[in-house]
Each structure stands twice: as C-alpha cells, then as structure tokens.
C-alpha cells in the first residue's frame, strides 16, 4: 500500500484525498475534501526520513500548542494525527500562489508590493513571539499569496520537530547533527545546532527573506547549502543597493521604487542635494506621467522647506509645478489638492494653501470622496494652522486627523500622527506635551516609517528632544537624543553641518558637566 492509500485509510471518510501537491522538503502534501464541512483541506505527512528518530507523542503534543494560534496572518492548525508511523496534520487550503512560486516567476518585488508582504508576516511573527512561539522555517515557501494578503503556513512545525527529536533517545539537535531550518534563510544560532533557539532566528529569517523580496535573490545565492550555512555565521550580504535598485537593466517600477527607497535614506541622512538628484532622475520612461512629475516637483519643494523653513524659493518651486501640471488636468482622484496645501504652508504661505482648500471644495462634491478624504483634510487644514501662527487650532485638526469618518484611525502611519502633534505642541510652548508627543513618534512600530515618517522628522525629533531634555535638567536623556541625531546627520550637507556641530558641541559640554 504506497502512502496515499495508507492515508486515505486512515482518514477515513471523513477526508477525501483529492490530488497531491508539491511538497517541501520535510512533508508531502495533498490536498483533501473535508466530507461532512465540504470544505478544501492540505493533508501534510511528515516524511520517513524526518520521522525515524523523532517522538511521535512528542510531536503531537508540541503542535497543540501551535494550534493555538489564530490570527489573520497565520493559516491554523485544523488536527493532527499518525498514518503508519508517520505524523500527519491538516491546515485550510489557501486559494492562491506562494510567495516562492511569485519570485520564481516574477523575480524581484516592487517595493509597495514587498512592503505589504513583509508588513502581513510581521504581523503573524509579533502575535505568535507574544505567546512564545517560534516558527524556525521562515521563507517564501511558507507565506502564501492569497487575494491582497499574505498569511504565514507550517507555524511551529519545525519547533515541534525539534521538541520530538530532543526527547528521542534522549538526543539533542547537536548530537543528531540536525540544524532544522532552510540554509538559504536560516539564521547562525540554527546553523549551529544550537537547541536554545528563539524569536530572533525568526526575525533574522524574515530580513533574509524580505532581501530576496527586494533584490530577486536570497543573501548568499550562489553557494551550495553547505557553504550558505556558514556564510550566514561569517559574512555580511551583498548590498541590496548594489544588486539591483539603480542598475540599468531593473524594470521601470522597480527601479522608480528603487529610487523612492534611497532617496528616502538620503532625506534621512540629511543628504538633500542627493535625494534632490534621486528625485529629478525617478520620473523618466513611461512612469513620467503628469501625476507622477508633480508629486516629484511638490517633493523637492516640500522636503527643501521641512529642513529650511518658510522661504519664497518653494513657494517659486510650488508655482512653477502647478504651473506645468495644474490641478484640473488630472483626474479627481488623483489631485493632490492635500499635498499642495501642506508644501505651501510648510513654505510659509498659509494664503496660497487657503486657495487651494478653495479649489477643493469647489471641484469636489462627492460625498463619498469628501468622506474618504476628511481624515487628509484635516491634517492639511493643520498645516495651514501652523503656518498662520495658530499651533492651538493645529493640535485640534491634527488629532481630527487621526480619525476618520467612521470613527476608526484614520492613518496606516501610526507615528504620523504623533509627529504633527508634537510641532503643534511645541509651536505652542508646551513642553512636556512636545517631549511625550516625539518620545510617541519615534517608538511607535511601523513597518513603512522610513518612507512615510523617519525620513523627514526623526532626525529633527532627536535634536528638538535634546534641546528639550536639556532644558528640564535631564542630562543623560539630552545626550543620548543628541548623540543619536549626531549618528545621523554625521554625513549631512554642507549647509546642515552647522547644525551638527553645534549638537556636538552641546554634547561636549553636558558630557563634562555630568563628569563634574
């Protein structure tokens, strides 16, 4: 009797087995129909050779508390059970391609969509490391594509496989010279054997998998598993940067997102003469349409009066953009009216941003789209506030703006938010108000902070926090956000090196006064 059979007896008639899918490598696996739900199942058998030398009661026992586990991201656990010796388990069958079946036929990922991805699995990773429990096989393989979302397959699998192989025969990972993971993802704690393996080798897996997402390949592609397993304990991985996100060859979309990423880190960084040139050379090709030049053009104006404050230069930029690409030659959807009011109060120009609300509410009368856009309003009509020297009604749009019509947050930008308010409060001299606000801001998790958030204000929230801290007489707070603003900045501009020496030289003289 081969192994189907073997199965299919051992179901039952409560499953139906219907096809056999490709397996990996520790498994086969065939899809079932559940007889008395009617519903689609995958049947997983661990296979002989991973089995030999494990517990079975063992194995049982560890994959109930995995079963545990219900969350949207993760695909539970249905039953367990034994056919022949061999351990089985059934899950839900996910309509859908695996994220390994998407890269081998797509090759890299846009960065919108790797950002989605990796944003699902580090949901599933956060629910299930809050209970204690370890996926150990992070990897393509095992995060499914299903609609717009990704959800994470086999969780504690490979921990329950370790559990029942420790307990057999009295053995441990080391003595069995089994290192349960994929040599391509693993982290160096499993590559050693090491039996004490927690969270981080999960984390470290998802940064190996989210580089593969990005660059089209895993970190030490081109070595034999072998040769992998120790590179991942001795050698740092190629840069991404250098691999793909500037190169010629990189398709239109990749390559534009490519330049949203460093230019981001440029902005961080405080290199604005070089996030400036990554701006003017994204909208090339057939990504150069009229929506996308004035988003580029509001950018450079935007970014350039986030670090030099109200001057008439972008407010000269701003004209000249909507000159080129004025509104109403796009569609109303895609009208940045939120935008432009925003670069021109950050510009100083709270009249000009008062035009612009104007057009707004003249041209749009959707109710549906002034719904959908009242959380953006808001926060733009909190811009506005700032720039007319108004920071009392600018903390009132700004937490308006953090919900939307529905009464739900309205941001996926969780530090956003916090961001806003903190300017408003401090604009208003409330000290300690301010101090929580950007404390909130840069400890707030998010998986797009770099992007929506970080580039523009963390530094700034660094050196606004030492100032402040210096003020309350809390020194070693005042350093340490000094020093951190310092770390950043410390290859910034020409112009902004002023800045950085005069955190230094704050630094240098808190430092001896606590030595005193």
């Known amino acids: 009797m ?3 059979q073997q199965l299919q007896h051992t179901l039952g008639t409560a499953f139906t087995l219907e096809r056999e899918l490709g397996g990996g490598g520790m498994s086969r696996v065939f899809v079932a129909e559940e007889t008395r739900l009617r519903r689609k199942v995958v049947v997983k058998v661990l296979t002989p050779e991973l089995t030999a030398s494990i517990s079975a009661d063992r194995f049982e026992r560890e994959i109930r508390l995995a079963a545990s586990l219900q ?5 539970p656990l249905l039953s367990a059970g034994e056919t022949d010796g061999m351990p089985y388990y059934t899950m839900p069958y996910v309509e859908g391609e695996s994220l390994r079946q998407r890269l081998d036929t797509g090759g890299a990922m846009s960065l919108a969509e790797a950002v989605n991805v990796l944003r699902d699995v580090a949901r599933a990773l956060a629910y299930a490391h809050d209970l204690g429990i370890v996926h150990r096989d992070i990897k393509p393989d095992n995060v499914l594509l299903s609609g ?10 490979a921990k329950a496989l370790s559990a029942a192989r420790s307990q057999a025969e009295g053995a441990t990972l080391t003595q069995t010279g089994m290192a349960i993971g994929t040599p391509a993802y693993i982290a160096p704690e499993q590559a050693a054997g090491d039996p004490n393996v927690d969270h981080r080798a999960d984390i470290y897996s998802f940064g190996c998998m989210a580089y593969e997402l990005f660059a089209g390949r895993s970190p030490f592609a081109d070595r034999t598993p072998p040769r992998m397993m120790a590179a991942h304990m001795t050698e740092p991985p190629w840069p991404i940067t250098e691999l793909r996100t500037l190169s010629n060859d990189a398709d239109p979309e990749y390559r534009q997102d490519g330049m949203l990423f460093n230019r981001r880190m440029a ?13 003017r050379g994204a909208g090339t090709g057939d990504l150069a349409d009229p929506r ?6 509001l950018e450079l104006a935007s970014t350039h009066a986030w670090f030099h404050g109200a001057n008439e230069a972008d407010v000269a930029r701003i004209d000249a953009a909507l000159g080129r690409y004025p ?14 009011m925003t670069d021109y109060a950050r510009a100083g120009r709270a009249d000009n941003a008062k035009a612009i609300l104007a057009a707004y509410r003249a041209d749009v009368a959707e109710t549906a789209l002034l719904r959908l856009q009242s959380a953006d309003l808001r926060n733009a009509l909190g811009e506005v506030a700032l720039a007319a020297n108004d920071p009392r009604t600018a903390i009132v749009e700004f937490r308006r703006g953090d919900v939307g019509y529905d009464g739900k947050p ?8 916090e961001l806003n308010l903190a300017r408003a409060f401090d604009a208003a001299n409330m000290a300690d108000s301010t101090i929580a606000a950007y404390e909130r801001f840069i ?14 204000g963390l530094a700034g929230a660094h050196k606004r926090l030492g100032e402040l801290y210096e003020a309350k007489g809390d020194i070693p707070r005042a350093i340490a956000h000094d020093q951190r603003y310092i770390d950043l900045w410390k290859s910034a501009d020409p112009e902004l090196q002023p800045l950085v020496g005069e955190a230094k030289r704050r630094v240098a003289r808190l430092t001896a006064r606590e030595k005193r």
């Not at 969350?71 to 695909?75: C, E, F, S």
């Not at 717009?148 to 699998?157: L, P, R, S």
């Open 2 to 4: 081969d192994l189907r």
């Open 71 to 75: 969350q949207a991201n993760i695909v």
């Open 148 to 157: 717009a979302a990704a959800v994470v397959t086999d969780f504690g699998i």
């Open 267 to 279: 902005t961080l960084h405080g290199e604005l003469t070089r996030a400036a040139r990554l701006v």
């Open 292 to 297: 996308r030049q004035l988003s580029d053009s």
């Open 327 to 340: 509104l109403r030659t796009l569609s109303l959807e895609d009208r940045p009216y939120f935008d432009v």
């Open 410 to 417: 309205a941001r996926e930008c969780g530090p956003c938010a």
């Open 443 to 456: 400890i707030t998790p998010f998986v797009d902070r770099l992007v929506m958030a970080d580039a523009l």
